[in-house]
């Protein structure tokens, strides 16, 4: 083999190696989080909601498995060992938006066509087989509610303080990773 037969392959596997590169993800690529937190006021003290805000463990999107509303804020989550034993089930991510409920639920319909939904109590529910239970739910839903129906004038203020115009609760309980227990 002559020295110029030497130079074309080796140019030919550097090219290789340089277009295989561009097919691989990076090794660090970060992880997309479920949704963002609400920028708290430094002046808004420590209640048990700041701190819910503050302190929650955000999953990453993929692991939720269910869209997280655009611009919605997460004022709180659960991991299944977090919750009161009677109300056990699935994790928990609550979050609140500045839309409306209908818009909320409209955005829903589309995002989720296949699950079963209707409008229960004063909330409006999405669930992937079409059973919600409340108390400890075995399957994975969203629940929409209106937060004039759902918190009491100072939860609404103090909420309100870390999402001006907040008008719509978000609770989304997704599926547990394989062999998860509390």
């Not at 290789?16 to 920028?39: D, G, H, I, M, Y």
């Not at 209640?47 to 997280?68: F, N």
Request: hydrophobic fraction near 40%.
């Amino acid at each position: 083999m002559n020295l110029s037969t030497l130079y074309r392959v080796a140019a030919s596997i550097s090219g290789l190696l340089v277009f295989l590169s561009t097919l691989t993800l990076p090794v660090n690529a970060k992880a997309e989080a479920f949704a963002s937190r609400p920028q708290i006021p430094a002046d808004i003290g420590d209640s048990y909601q700041v701190q819910a805000a503050r302190d929650s463990v955000i999953p990453d999107a993929a692991r939720v498995g269910i869209p997280a509303y655009p611009g919605a804020v997460i004022i709180r989550t659960f991991a299944v060992g977090e919750r009161p034993p009677k109300y056990e089930g699935l994790p928990i991510i609550e979050l609140i938006t500045t839309d409306d409920y209908q818009t909320v639920i409209d955005f829903y319909k589309k995002q989720l066509p296949s699950w079963r939904n209707a409008e229960l109590l004063s909330a409006y529910y999405f669930a992937q087989f079409g059973h919600v239970n409340f108390f400890k739910p075995e399957e994975p839903h969203v629940g929409i509610h209106k937060m004039e129906n759902y918190y009491r004038a100072g939860d609404k203020e103090l909420l309100r303080k870390l999402l001006p115009g907040a008008q719509t609760l978000i609770k989304v309980f997704y599926a547990k990773e394989a062999g998860a227990g509390k």
